[in-house]
């Protein structure tokens, strides 16, 4: 909802509480079935990473959303009215997902503090959501995440979760993949897939370049669906899932080219 605000009010500055909430009422009417919020962080937060990070915020409606915090100095929007925000969404049985605002946007920036904080923020919301019966993904961990710090960080966020599903976008494991971030994409979200990731994002080769064409929105997904398999392959081993690599293997070992 914070990107139609923005783009109704015509200026940060001016987006107002009320505004933003007229968006969601009218989203929902549209028939929505899902709600992206950042709500994991406050002014504090933002005062506090002055200096403390390569990239800063790098979610484009985490951004918005801390943009709009700044400029008008008022609180988080979406975590101040996080109860009205349960009983819009409740009788449409609409899914809210708690954006990842915190992630890391390189290698370089290790997950830190304010992910953390994020984290245990958007837990407390998500019971309290639950309690209400309305459910909830959180995303965590997207952005770049170095490889061997994937598994960690996984393990460590199911932890504090208790479980909840968890949406990573990506991880990207390295910074210099620039046109090829969906290949890249490939190997992070596999090992966050394999390590217990829930939901994983699609990545296109236009990622850090423009917006992506229907060919890169194409491959993003092939690449996407690649990296679901392999890590289906380390969650749950070769089950029923991979009967069709093993068709393909026994038509390859009989030269059977056209059935691969």
Known sequence: PIYQAIIKADSISNVSEDLIFKVIEKQIKDGISSIVIHTGFNLETLNKMKGKRIMKIVSKGGSLTASVMKSNEVENPFKKNFEYIIELVKEHDIVINLGNAMRSGCIHDKVDEFQLSEIKINNKLAKMANKKGVQVILESLGGHIKANDIIKWVKIHKKITNNRPLFVSGPLPIDIGTGYDHIVATVGGAFASGFGADYIC?????????????????????????????????????????????????????????NQ
């Not at 690649?226 to 089950?239: Q, T």
């Not at 009967?243 to 070992?253: A, M, Q, Y």
């Open 202 to 258: 699609a990545i296109t080769p236009a990622e850090h370049l423009c917006l992506p064409s229907l060919d890169d929105i194409k491959n993003g997904l092939i690449a996407c669906k690649i990296a679901a398999h392999v890590g289906d392959s380390m969650k749950f081993g070769l089950n029923h899932l991979f009967n069709d690599d093993l068709k393909l293997s026994k038509n390859r070992f009989l030269k059977k080219w056209k």
